[in-house]
């Protein structure tokens, strides 16, 4: 055994893969100038077989890569190849290549290019007789005088190496250890075969007991075989009569599916009557309450006015009898005047007769005393005056005050006279303001009884109103009720679309409408985008109900895929998607990319193809055709697959069973109260009626705003008029 090549790259001053060939079986000398890497040749072979480059650390690994003024080597490694045509190593080759391989973080031994640990390659070396922890092979300076003047028994142990045994000696070591557990493992064996010889014995008397057992056992299956067989020819009986009852109960059961349908239907139609009653009801009730509030207002009402007639009629009667005192008391007094002036005409002609005296008496009595003083003026003017002088004087003084007197006298009576004239035209004036003030105050009172009326009649016009009001809040109320009721309805229908169809694609439909609405809110381009989206495929075709279960098997969730005019709709809105971050999982159809060809569909009367049975618009054409164009709807599944083999097109029977133009068959139990076709259509249906409440319901808004407009309207005037009426009072 010797070394036929070494192969050295990227060690120490090793850069590029360095091949060193042929090496001689018996004696090989390597020469150089100094540098040229001689040193490093030996270090290589040490590296592989030498036990002094194990253990290697991370930096001594590093320092053992090339460095250079190239790029940096990460790995090298040294593979050395042995003639083993001695078999000195075991195993049956020729050759045996051995590389180490290592790098910053790797050390790896290659043993003909496998994989191996160091310590297999450790005890191949030295069953080979490479000494790992002496190299004997690899002799330095100052080995063999370490040998020479080392001590017998390190020469022993050193030929022993020399020689391979130790590896030996070391396996002998593990084989009595072996060979020890070996024993105790025999031990327990011993045991064991002690408790199993008694078992048998136990079990010696148990198979006497079995045979026994085995024999009855036959017996007992024998006559359970012929019981069975009795029982299988009596069901075998009872079989053929079920089959043949089955049969004939084919058409009794189309019956009772038919029956079945109908009372679903009749559930669906009797519970949403319930649903209309309820809604009816609550609304009566509410009715019936309004109409209570009415009756107790109507009925406080009538209380008031009974009370008033009732004080009305009292103070008629108190008037009635104060009436009838007044003309007892009126009579009492006419007759006492009647009596009175009866005396009175007795006793006037005295009065007249006694008055007229009494006149005479009283200017005689006048004349008397005025002859009276005269006399006694005289008597005093002889003693008052001592000449005629003096007496003329005085009467001229007196002459002067007497005309003085006269002046004023007339001046007074020429006063008094201008004041009566004065007063008689103030007297003609105030009599012609006193007739304008009663005309005035006539118009007044004709405008008191006009100002009445018309209070009353707005009154009567403001209770029709607020009637028409009340009315108007009822029905509003009943309309608000219905769409909260169809709004709760189409929720529990989204949630039952959402179950059936999934979370994301549902959600993804929600947020293409948000981005629709956030166009339309912008306006311009951004409204010409969401005028280009059609909405999802379901909402874009109508078809009969007999075939929802076919055209549901067909699509499936290809339903909820979203139609639109071109990909740059797309585009737009997935992109405004993304800007918001909403949620959902969106599939689009543009239409300016669908292609479809002309089909020829077979001319087949238990066959149709599908698209012919779907009612849409002209402008998804494309989208329908490309779904549902290549199927064919048969009347049953033998047909669907012969068809279906014939025509290579895709066919589905009415009840679900979808057999493919490759092939593959596919069907079962289909639950059609879980249709989403149905759903869809129940939820359309409730969108519409949603939109039709709304409208009444903003209807009826308006209307109750004219009819609050009015009454305010009408209240106003009544104001008006009632101020106008205190005013005319």
């Known amino acids: 055994m010797h070394i036929k090549q070494v192969i050295i790259q990227g060690f120490k001053s090793y850069r590029d893969q360095t091949v060193v060939e042929p090496f001689d079986k018996r004696h090989n000398v390597v020469v150089g100038r100094n540098g040229s890497g001689k040193s490093n040749f030996f270090y290589a072979i040490q590296f592989v077989l030498s036990d002094e480059f194990s253990h290697l650390r991370p930096e001594q690994r590093q320092a053992l890569l090339h460095e250079g003024t190239g790029p940096r080597v990460v790995s090298a490694y040294v593979e050395i190849i042995f003639d083993n045509s001695d078999n000195r190593v075991p195993i049956e080759k020729d050759e045996i290549f051995l590389r180490r391989v290592i790098g910053a973080k790797k050390d790896q031994y290659f043993l003909n290019k496998k994989v191996v640990p160091r310590s297999e390659v450790m005890n191949l070396l030295e069953s080979a007789g490479f000494s790992n922890s002496n190299p004997y092979y690899i002799v330095k300076q100052g080995k063999i005088n370490q040998m020479a003047t080392a001590p017998d028994a390190h020469r022993l142990k050193l030929l022993r190496e020399v020689a391979g045994t130790r590896v030996y000696d070391e396996r002998r070591d593990e084989s009595m250890t072996i060979l020890k557990e070996t024993e105790g493992k025999l031990e327990k064996i011993e045991e064991f075969l002690r408790i199993i010889e008694e078992r048998l014995s136990t079990l010696e008397e148990e198979k006497e007991e079995l045979k026994q057992y085995q024999h009855h056992d036959k017996i007992r299956r024998a006559l359970e075989y012929i019981i069975h067989e009795v029982e299988l020819n009596e069901n075998k009986k009872k079989l053929a009569e079920l089959l043949k009852q089955r049969d004939e109960s084919g058409s009794e059961q189309e019956k009772l599916a038919a029956n079945l349908k109908k009372a679903q239907d009749q559930i669906k139609m009797l519970t949403r009557k319930s649903k209309d009653t309820k809604k009816e009801l609550g609304s009566i009730k509410e009715e019936r309450d309004i109409l209570n509030n009415d009756h107790q207002h109507l009925i406080k009402e009538k209380a008031k006015l009974d009370l008033t007639i009732k004080d009305l009629s009292e103070e008629v009667l108190g008037d009635n009898k104060s009436k009838e005192r007044a003309e007892n008391e009126l009579a009492r007094l006419e007759h006492s005047i009647k009596e009175k002036e009866a005396e009175l005409e007795k006793v006037k002609p005295q009065y007249e007769a006694m008055k007229k005296k009494e006149e005479e008496c009283t200017r005689e009595l006048t004349l008397k005393e005025q002859k009276r003083k005269e006399l006694y003026a005289k008597q005093g003017r002889g003693s008052q005056f001592t000449s005629k002088d003096d007496r003329d004087r005085w009467i001229q003084n007196e002459l002067k005050s007497l005309n003085k007197q006269i002046k004023d006298k007339r001046d007074h009576r020429d006063k008094l006279i201008e004041d009566l004239k004065r007063d008689a035209a103030k007297q003609v004036e105030l009599n012609k303001k006193i007739e304008e003030q009663t005309q005035e105050m006539e118009r007044q009172r004709v405008c008191i009884d006009d100002h009445n009326k018309q209070c009353y009649e707005l009154k009567k016009s403001k209770d029709q109103y607020q009637t028409t009001r009340n009315e108007l809040w009822r029905k509003e109320n009943n309309v608000q009720q219905n769409l909260s009721s169809l709004k709760e309805d189409l929720a529990k229908a989204d949630q039952a679309l959402r179950s059936m169809a999934g979370k994301p694609i549902l959600n993804g439909r929600d947020s293409v409408r948000k981005v629709l609405d956030t166009f339309i809110s912008r306006g311009g381009r951004e409204a010409e985008i969401a005028r280009s989206y059609y909405g999802p495929l379901i909402e874009n075709f109508n078809c009969d109900k007999s075939i929802y279960i076919a055209v ?30 909403l949620p959902g999982e969106v599939t689009f159809m543009p239409l300016n990319r669908l292609t479809v060809r002309d089909i020829d569909y077979p001319q087949d009367s238990d066959a149709i193809p599908m698209v012919s ?10 989208a329908m055709r490309y779904l549902f164009g290549k199927t064919l709807i048969c009347r049953n599944l033998d047909v669907a697959t012969k068809l279906a083999r014939s025509t290579g097109l895709d066919c589905v029977t009415l009840d679900g069973d979808q057999v493919s133009s490759k092939g593959s068959l596919t069907g079962g139990y289909f639950n059609t109260s879980r249709s989403r076709l149905e759903m869809q259509k129940t939820r359309s249906e409730l969108i519409e009626q949603i939109k039709q409440c709304e409208e009444e319901l903003q209807t009826l808004r308006d209307d109750l705003r004219k009819t609050e407009a009015t009454i305010n309207n009408i209240v106003s005037e009544m104001q008006k008029t009632e101020t106008k009426n205190s005013k005319a009072k």
């Open 613 to 622: 049975k779907l009612r849409y618009d002209e402008k998804y054409d494309k």
């Open 552 to 581: 549901e098997v067909t699509a499936g969730n290809r339903l909820f895929h979203h139609v639109i005019d071109s990909d740059k709709v797309g585009t737009q809105i997935l992109k405004e998607m993304n800007r918001q971050k």
